[in-house]
Nanobody
Framework: QVQLVESGGGSVQAGGSLRLSCAAS????????MGWFRQAPGKEREFVAV????????AYPDSVKGRFRISRDNAKNTVYLDMTSLKPEDTAVYYC????????????????WGQGTQVTVSS
C-alpha cells in the first residue's frame, strides 16, 4: 500500500521560511517524479514544484520560482519543499504527490497523493 505522509506545516509570518517533508512508502520511490501542489480555500489545487526521480531536474511555476526549492533524498524515500520569503498568498494546504513523468503538471497526471499539511502565512 502506497503512503505519502506530509509534515512540517505550520504558521509563519510573511517573509519567513518553512520546510515541508513528505515521507513515502510502498512504492519504488526513485522511479517516480515527486511533486508538490497546494490548495487555498475556495480555489483549485495548483502545481507548486516537481523533481525527477534522481532529483537532478526540477520545475516550478512563476509564482514560486526563486522562493521555493524542491529536493529529495532517495535513501530516505523523502521529498522536501523549502519555502522562503513566504507571502500571505502562499497560505494553503500543501500536498505531495507521485507521478510517472517530470512533465506532470496537472492533478490527473499524479498517481498517488498525501493527505496534506496546512501552511498559514500571516501579514
Amino acid at each position: 500500500q502506497v503512503q505519502l505522509v506530509e509534515s512540517g506545516g505550520g504558521s509563519v509570518q510573511a517573509g519567513g521560511s518553512l520546510r515541508l517533508s513528505c515521507a513515502a512508502s510502498g512504492l519504488a520511490f526513485s522511479t517516480f517524479a515527486m511533486g508538490w501542489f497546494r490548495q487555498a480555500p475556495g480555489k483549485e489545487r495548483e502545481f507548486v514544484a516537481v523533481t525527477s526521480g534522481s532529483g537532478s531536474s526540477t520545475a516550478y511555476p512563476d509564482s514560486v520560482k526563486g522562493r521555493f526549492r524542491i529536493s529529495r533524498d532517495n535513501a530516505k524515500n523523502t521529498v522536501y519543499l523549502d519555502m522562503t520569503s513566504l507571502k500571505p498568498e502562499d497560505t494553503a494546504v500543501y500536498y505531495c504527490a507521485a507521478a510517472y513523468s517530470l512533465r506532470s503538471r496537472t492533478q490527473a497526471e499524479y498517481k498517488y497523493w498525501g493527505q496534506g499539511t496546512q501552511v498559514t502565512v500571516s501579514s
